[in-house]
């Protein structure tokens, strides 16, 4: 199998080289901005997450259900879970996002792999921030309290 | 090996050992090269070529001396031969490098010497690449003096202190070693790359010159530096030994520091 070479063409590019219109706006800056941003933050509340669960008190002894609810029933620690969780997972994506980019060789896997992740990403901060703030200790069906909930006495 | 010697032997007496050009050590070297000719094959095969060389010799004097007097159809690219062109980069034992500067003594010479054409560029025959994409980035970030200001009768001066500031980005001599060993190039190659952004460095920073702004936002595009993943292999691969990921850097901090 031979190939037929191409008359001279200086100043030609074959396509895959050639960058169809660059976007306008600071997207790219800004996630690059926003990666090195976050994971300074995420240092500090991962590791606070850790000490706090893990280390102080019974530490991870004392892990339960009890520990969780009493968790958030504070303001505080609600708001530091759901930074967490946010930053948490858009840095994750957005890291994968390059990944992708790096990566797939075709376009349509391209779209399709960041078609799964930001869904995936979606469902997941979605479902994290509902059960941060609609967190009921003691879940009351039909005026009765659920087995293994914590209901004040 | 005394017969090779051009000039007649000297006439002063040398003890034994000591001198001479005849002294240099020979040594075998198996050359193994990339092969690839669009007009007998689409697949690209390695040639070995046993060739003996001297201590002295570079890459590029055993790619010659294949090419001269053993196969005539090797091709690769080469101007200068000694490192100025840039015109003879390619990937030696894996690794990017000028073959007219690359001594064979360095390499490890008992196991076969691969040479191949660089990475994520179109192979047009053996050795040699189309550098047309490597060029179309090169043109895109205006390598030029842009100066709006009038025309001085004289040249325009600058201080020794400004001039240092880009002095490290004026050495490229755009041989493709960088971008063509960028991860980031190799997949899609349409990342600018490391030596288009090389030299709209060498602008940016230059006090004399008044269209910072413009190579900026070109260089804030989706396939600008923020592609850049910092796998220092551009730095490593720079014959010229320019500190290329810290130059796309600067550039990123001057984009980031005019934006917000």
């Known amino acids: 199998m031979t190939a037929t070479i191409d008359s001279p063409r200086s100043g030609k590019i074959s396509p895959q080289y050639r960058r169809t219109g660059g976007t306008k706006g600071n ?72 990944i992708i980019n790096d990566y797939a060789e075709k376009d349509s896997t391209r779209l399709w792999l960041k078609i799964v992740l930001y869904a995936a990403t979606t469902v997941i901060i979605v479902l994290g921030t509902l059960v941060i703030f609609t967190f009921n200790p003691c879940p009351v069906v039909d005026g009765v309290p659920l087995p293994g909930g914590f209901c004040p006495a | ?21 005849g002294e240099i050590p020979t040594f075998d070297v198996t050359l193994r090269v990339r092969r690839y000719n669009p007009e007998l094959s689409e697949d690209a095969t390695w040639d070995d070529f046993k060739v003996t ?32 062109c840039g015109s003879d980069a390619m990937r030696i034992n894996g690794r990017n490098r000028l073959a007219c500067k690359t001594l064979l003594k360095d390499l490890d010479t008992t196991k076969p010497i691969t040479v191949e054409p660089i990475k994520g560029l179109p192979v047009e025959k053996d050795l040699i690449v189309d550098m047309e994409p490597f060029f179309q980035s090169f043109r895109e970030v205006m390598p030029f003096l842009i100066n709006k200001g009038h025309e001085p009768t004289k040249e325009r001066l600058q201080s020794a202190e400004d001039r240092e500031r880009f002095d490290d980005t004026t050495k490229c001599i755009l041989c493709a070693a960088c ?71 600067e550039v990123k901090q001057a984009i980031l520091s005019r934006k917000i």
């Open chain 2, 1 to 21: 090996m005394s017969a090779e010697l051009a000039e007649p032997a000297s006439k002063i007496e040398l003890p034994a050992g000591v001198g001479g050009g």
């Open chain 1, 27 to 98: 997207f790219e800056m800004l996630a690059w901005l926003f990666m090195r941003l976050s994971g300074v933050v995420l240092v500090v509340l991962i590791f606070g997450h850790l000490f706090v669960n893990l280390l102080v008190g019974e530490g991870i002894h004392a892990i339960d259900f009890g520990f969780v609810a009493g968790k958030w029933a504070d303001p505080f620690w609600q708001i530091w879970d759901l930074t967490m969780l946010w930053l948490a997972m858009l840095h994750g994506t957005n890291g994968v996002r390059t």
């Open chain 2, 53 to 84: 060389m001297y201590g002295t010799d570079r890459v590029l004097d055993a790619l010659h001396k294949v090419k001269w007097e053993i196969d005539g159809s090797v091709s690769f690219r080469r101007s200068c031969a000694h490192g100025v």
């Open chain 2, 179 to 249: 971008t063509s060993s960028c991860p980031v190039f190799w997949t899609d190659g349409q990342y600018f790359g490391p030596a288009a952004i090389v030299n709209a460095h060498r602008f940016i920073f230059d006090s004399r010159d008044d269209a910072g702004d413009m190579r900026l936002e070109i260089l804030n595009d989706k396939e600008g530096v923020w592609r850049c993943r910092t796998t220092f292999n551009c730095s490593e691969a720079c014959p010229r030994g320019i500190q290329v990921t810290q130059a796309i850097a």
